[in-house]
T-cell receptor, first 112, second 114 residues
Framework: ETGVTQTPRHLVMGMTNKKSLKCEQHLGHNAMYWYKQSAKKPLELMFVYSLEERVENNSVPSRFSPECPNSSHLFLHLHTLQPEDSALYLC???????????FGPGTRLTVL | AQKITQTQPGMFVQEKEAVTLDCTYDTSDPSYGLFWYKQPSSGEMIFLIYQGSYDQQNATEGRYSLNFQKARKSANLVISASQLGDSAMYFCAMRVLGDDKIIFGKGTRLHILP
């Protein structure tokens, strides 16, 4: 596989569920990102990792918990979400913190 | 503060015509990069084109070109000979060198009419 992949592509979960979003990049990049895209809102940066270290946490609620075990993988663990968390969650990677990000296809999350 | 402004929420263009999508930016930093992304209805963000603040020439990638006017702080995307498959949301973005944030505009929804 090439580029940035995300699984699952669609996820429906209840407010009490625990689920995880997975992102994998095959580009040899050193930086990875989570973005949230809600209807009628600009893209919101959630987390930035560079060389597996978190460098940015953009005031994201603790019910979202990122994990970056290595430079190719990024997870977003979800716990006790709210209906307003329903959105498209996009993972991206870049060569370093100066480069432009390449995005995955996104996970469309619906919280019931 | 850094900011990206896309003033056209939506545009309708006839197939085969050229399209210009507007983007203005604001930063006091001299070193930055500008990006354009396309987001079809499937949701994936597709990287289109990049312009560095010190690049002397306007960036081009196939049918895409970036009309970079540094003094006016504008970075308009030009799509030549539009096609039905160009219908999508288009986002302008900026990254200041050394900053881990990439700032996106609100996007322009482009509709290509047959």
């Amino acid at each position: 596989e090439t580029g940035v992949t995300q699984t699952p592509r669609h996820l429906v979960m209840g407010m009490t569920n625990k689920k995880s979003l997975k992102c994998e990049q095959h580009l040899g990049h050193n930086a990875m990102y989570w973005y949230k895209q809600s209807a009628k809102k600009p893209l919101e940066l959630m987390f930035v990792y560079s060389l597996e270290e978190r460098v940015e946490n953009n005031s994201v609620p603790s019910r979202f918990s990122p994990e970056c075990p290595n430079s190719s993988h990024l997870f977003l663990h979800l716990h006790t979400l709210q209906p307003e968390d329903s959105a498209l969650y996009l993972c991206a990677s870049s060569l370093n913190l100066a480069g432009g990000p390449y995005f995955g296809p996104g996970t469309r999350l619906t919280v019931l | 503060a850094q900011k990206i402004t896309q003033t056209q929420p939506g545009m309708f263009v006839q197939e085969k015509e050229a399209v210009t999508l507007d983007c203005t930016y604001d930063t006091s930093d001299p070193s930055y990069g500008l990006f354009w992304y396309k987001q079809p209805s499937s949701g994936e963000m597709i990287f289109l084109i990049y312009q560095g603040s010190y690049d002397q020439q306007n960036a081009t990638e196939g049918r895409y070109s970036l009309n970079f006017q540094k003094a006016r702080k504008s970075a308009n995307l030009v799509i030549s000979a539009s096609q039905l498959g160009d219908s999508a949301m288009y986002f302008c973005a900026m990254r200041v060198l050394g900053d881990d944030k990439i700032i996106f505009g609100k996007g322009t929804r482009l509709h290509i009419l047959p």
